[in-house]
């Protein structure tokens, strides 16, 4: 009789084949290696011209910041703090001089008797501040008085001057008394003049402030 | 045993493995759901745990004229036992493990529904197979205390009785054949006690005159003394 057992333990699928592909095993495995070798050593040729090329821009931010603690050191001398609070002085007074015309106008409208009422305004840059120009009308001459009386007491207002008065004699304006003056704006600025959006009359001022650059 | 091809194969003593015919009214078709339960059918015959058991089995349809299913021939034995076994064979390849028993199997000669009785009697042990045409149907392994010759003899008449019986009662098989293999070879006259003994003619199982006839002369002695179980796997493998 013909007998197919055998207790030895059949070998596995990798003790049958392990042989025969070492071989192409290593060979592709040095194939993979010296691909990736050269993929290394191309990698670390760009590594360094990139790092080449950083050199300069890292000296030149290196300059630059030199240049500016030069500049700060600079600033923290004493002569140079001096012109320095100079410069924020004037800066603050330029912003004192900013007229607002609403602060302006509301200003003046508390001057005003209830008889008169407030016609026009105008408000002229001249060399020495804010010249502001009024056309006010009253029922009658006493209010337009009290009113000159009370920009005279204004510590806002300087060099009041009266001019032209004239009578209305048609329409809504009939029997009224209109003046205009003159009177130089020593007031508040805008700081003080409450929150408004409306573009200060002295923008250009702006422009002669002394600018911190050094 | 080897060849020049650096294939060995190994024959282990019948006392290492344990060997059972198992029937089965049907079996898997998926190879390891069968392993799985030969594994659990074994588990019986084994005096160790089953997962220890390195298993080998063969399948055929049960012999015409019985029940319908299936018998398996299972040979099991603990896997350490095997690995130090193995340890002898390191550097090998195509190695074949069998007991020696086993390897007599293909010596016998090809009779159909006839039932034959193989004894063997080697290394302290005596294996004796019921072969009925061309599967085994019984087996079984005890121990040899004997050591005279004729307590031998005794041994064997015994058990062949006892074998032969058994096959009859139980296998419903008549065995007209006994064969006879004792290793170191004994003389003819132990055939002859042995078949006195059990009332029916008892031969020696030696190795074909054609397996050993391309060897030496100085080879072919000891061949034919102790090379039986090396001729069985020519043979099975031819």
New interface residues.
């Given amino acids: 009789?013909?007998?197919?057992?055998?207790?030895?333990?059949s070998p596995s699928f990798r003790e049958q084949h392990s042989l025969t592909w070492s071989a192409p095993t290593a060979l592709a495995a040095l194939a993979v290696l010296i691909v990736l070798a050269h993929s290394t050593v191309r990698d670390l040729r760009a590594y360094r011209k990139a790092e080449q090329d950083l050199v300069k821009p890292q000296r030149q931010e290196r300059e630059l910041v030199e240049r500016e603690a030069g500049l700060r050191r600079g600033l923290e001398r004493p002569e140079s703090r001096a012109t320095l609070r100079k410069a924020q002085l004037v800066n603050s007074l330029i912003e004192k001089k900013q007229v607002s015309v609403s602060a302006l106008a509301i200003e003046v409208a508390d001057l005003l008797p209830p008889e008169a009422r407030l016609v026009g305004l105008a408000v002229v840059r001249s060399d020495n501040g804010s010249l502001v120009k009024f056309q006010v009308s009253g029922r009658n001459a006493q209010a337009l008085e009290t009113f000159g009386n009370n920009v005279l007491d204004s510590p806002d207002f300087e060099d009041f001057v009266l001019g032209s008065v004239g009578f209305g004699s048609q329409g809504a304006g009939a029997g009224e008394v209109t003046v205009t003056c003159t009177a130089r704006y020593v007031g508040k600025g805008n700081d003080d003049a409450g929150d408004n959006d409306e573009p200060s009359p002295t923008v250009e001022s702006r422009k002669s402030k002394v600018e911190r650059k050094n | 045993m080897g060849d020049r091809d650096g294939r060995a194969g190994l024959l282990v003593s019948d006392g290492a493995v344990r060997v059972a015919v198992l029937s089965f009214e049907t079996v898997p078709d998926k190879r390891p759901e069968l392993d799985s339960l030969v594994r659990w059918r074994m588990k019986e015959n084994l005096p160790f745990s089953p997962e220890e058991a390195r298993l080998s089995y063969q399948v055929s349809p049960t012999r015409s004229g019985g029940s319908a299913g299936f018998e398996a021939l299972v040979l099991a034995a603990r896997g350490s036992v095997l690995s130090e076994y193995e340890a002898a064979l390191e550097g090998a390849d195509g190695r074949l493990i069998l007991p020696a028993t086993a390897a007599l199997l293909p010596l016998l000669p090809q009779e159909s529904a006839v039932g034959q009785l193989l004894v063997n009697l080697c290394s302290g042990w005596i294996t004796s197979v019921v072969v009925w045409g061309d599967r085994v149907s019984f087996w079984r392994t005890r121990e040899m205390v004997e050591r005279e010759p004729r307590e031998q003899a005794q041994v064997v008449a015994t058990e062949v009785a006892r074998v032969c019986a058994s096959a009859r009662d139980h296998l419903q098989v008549e065995v007209p054949r006994v064969w006879l293999c004792v290793r170191p070879p004994t003389s003819d006259d132990f055939a002859s006690e042995v078949g006195r003994a059990v009332g029916q003619e008892v031969r020696l199982l030696a190795p074909p005159v054609e397996v050993g006839a391309s060897l030496p002369s100085a080879e072919r002695t000891p061949f034919e003394r102790f090379g039986a179980p090396l001729a069985g796997l020519l043979m099975n493998s031819s």
Avoid: D, G
């Fill in positions: 009789m013909k007998i197919t057992l055998n207790l030895a333990v």
